[in-house]
């Protein structure tokens, strides 16, 4: 079992950044593919990025592309999603998530955390 935890969300003016976390705990974090999914009101949950349990293989949807970065600190056992240039479409929950297989964590990943919410404003 892994339990998530996110944090960082908030409201931003369009433009702005944002850095989101989010910490693991129980099962060793470093074994994990970890990725985050956001979900905006009225729309399904969609993949953002994923990262390889290794680090060195990540993954970012072409609707965030160019603007936010993923990355991982396994000795911290903590993801992170750095956002940047922040649109009003980009308002939404987002989700972290963690899974053995980093091909099954982009379609159907094992766990999830409760979810931090991200407003951004024109």
């Known amino acids: 079992q892994v339990q998530l935890v996110e944090s960082g969300g908030g409201l931003v003016q369009a433009g702005g950044s944002l850095r989101l976390s989010c910490a693991a705990s129980?099962?060793?974090?470093?074994?994990?593919?970890m990725g985050w999914f956001r979900q905006a009101p009225g729309k399904e949950r969609e993949f953002v990025a994923a990262?390889?349990?290794?680090?060195?293989?990540?993954a970012v949807a072409d609707s965030v592309k160019g603007r936010c970065t993923i990355s991982r600190d396994n000795d911290k056992s903590t993801l992170y999603l750095q956002m940047n240039s922040l649109k009003p479409e980009d308002t939404a929950v987002y989700y972290c998530?963690?899974?053995?297989?980093?091909?099954?964590?982009?379609?159907?990943?094992?766990?999830w955390g409760q979810g931090t919410q991200v407003t951004v404003s024109s």
């Open positions: 998530v963690a899974d053995p297989s980093s091909t099954k964590l982009r379609r159907t990943p094992d766990y």
């Open positions: 129980g099962r060793t974090f470093s074994i994990y593919a």
């Open positions: 990262v390889r349990w290794s680090g060195d293989g990540t």
